[in-house]
């Protein structure tokens, strides 16, 4: 079976830095898109990087400039740099991919890591 496993998060003050893994593994044939999603406590999951297979990545307007998304294909893996974190972007991390694996193309999730940034 697929699984997703996130590592990487963690505390850290305003201004700092962390940096996000997600590795896919399992009898995977290839991988379209993958992404980082959060969620604070009581709000909505919302996206925060999406980057496809072929490099092109988007992000939410919250993160423009700050966070930066990348992949390692050959390694099945996404990244998330996130740079002059603010308090704001605490949450719940999720690494999403979508994954086509014994004939059938689904979405994947991971188990999610704490993110929290103290003022």
């Known amino acids: 079976q697929v699984q997703l496993v996130e590592s990487g998060g963690g505390l850290v003050q305003a201004g700092g830095s962390l940096r996000l893994s997600c590795a896919a593994s399992?009898?995977?044939?290839?991988?379209?898109?993958m992404g980082w999603y959060r969620q604070a406590p009581g709000k909505q999951r919302e996206l925060v990087a999406l980057?496809?297979?072929?490099?092109?990545?988007n992000y939410a307007d919250s993160v423009k400039g700050r966070f930066t998304i990348s992949r390692d294909n050959a390694k099945n893996t996404v990244y998330l740099q996130m740079n002059s974190l603010k308090p704001e972007d605490t949450g719940v991390y999720y690494c999403k991919a979508t994954i086509v694996a014994a004939g059938v193309r689904r979405d994947y999730w991971g188990q999610g890591t704490q993110v929290t940034v103290s003022s």
């Open positions: 399992g009898r995977i044939f290839s991988i379209n898109a």
């Open positions: 980057i496809y297979s072929g490099g092109i990545a």
